[in-house]
Nanobody
Framework: QLQLVESGGGLVQPGGSLRLSCAAS????????IGWFRQAPGKERERVSCISSSSTPNTYYADSVKGRFTISRDKDKNMVYLQMTSLKPEDTAVYYC??????????????????WGQGTQVTVSS
C-alpha cells in the first residue's frame, strides 16, 4: 500500500521551531517531487514548499515562509523534512506532505500530486 505519513507537528510559541517529517511506505520518494502544503481553518490550501527529485534538487518556498522554512530530503531514510523556524501565529494550520510519484519537478497545484498524507497540526500560540 502506497502511503505518506507526516509527523512532528505540535504546539509551539511564536518564534519557536518545529521539524515536520514525511515518511513514505510502498514507494521511494527519490525520483518524485515532494510538496508541503498547509490549510488553516476557513482558508484555502497553500503550497508552502516543494523539492524536486534528488537528481535535480531545486526547492521552492512561498513568500510567506521564505527564509524561515527549509525543505530537505534524506534519501537513505526515504524521508522529506520541513524545518520551520521563527514560527508565527499565522503559520498555524494542518500541514500535509504530497508526492508527485515519478515526476521530478514541482507543481504549484495540489491536483498535480498523487499521494497525500493525513496531515499534522501545527499551532503557534503563546
Amino acid at each position: 500500500q502506497l502511503q505518506l505519513v507526516e509527523s512532528g507537528g505540535g504546539l509551539v510559541q511564536p518564534g519557536g521551531s518545529l521539524r515536520l517529517s514525511c515518511a513514505a511506505s510502498g514507494f521511494t520518494l527519490d525520483g518524485s517531487a515532494i510538496g508541503w502544503f498547509r490549510q488553516a481553518p476557513g482558508k484555502e490550501r497553500e503550497r508552502v514548499s516543494c523539492i524536486s527529485s534528488s537528481s535535480t534538487p531545486n526547492t521552492y518556498y512561498a513568500d510567506s515562509v521564505k527564509g524561515r522554512f527549509t525543505i530537505s530530503r534524506d534519501k537513505d531514510k526515504n524521508m522529506v523534512y520541513l524545518q520551520m523556524t521563527s514560527l508565527k501565529p499565522e503559520d498555524t494550520a494542518v500541514y500535509y506532505c504530497a508526492a508527485r510519484r515519478g515526476v521530478t519537478y514541482c507543481s504549484a497545484y495540489g491536483s498535480s500530486y498523487d499521494y497525500w498524507g493525513q496531515g499534522t497540526q501545527v499551532t503557534v500560540s503563546s
